[in-house]
């Protein structure tokens, strides 16, 4: 397995795993414990965690060119 595609799968296991939880504390009426909730309380608290979090997606998602 090569770390490019060992990548890929750890990414979809942890966002797989964040939206079985949501959606599991959502049907247990939890919905201020999930991570959507979690995410926007610590976003009110620590207002540079979204402007980091901006840079960081358009770093990743900025037009280059594509190496496969």
Known sequence: MTP??????????VLL???VWDLVLTAKDQ????VSATLLEWSVQF???PVV???LIGHLFWP?????
């Not at 490019?4 to 990414?11: E, G, H, I, M, N």
């Not at 280059?64 to 496969?68: E, M, S, T, Y």
């Open 17 to 19: 795993c964040c939206g």
């Open 31 to 34: 919905p201020q414990n999930t």
């Open 53 to 55: 979090v901006g840079i």
């Open 47 to 49: 207002p540079m965690l």
């Open 64 to 68: 280059q060119k594509v190496r496969l």
């Open 4 to 13: 490019r595609v060992f990548l890929a799968l750890s990414l979809m296991f």
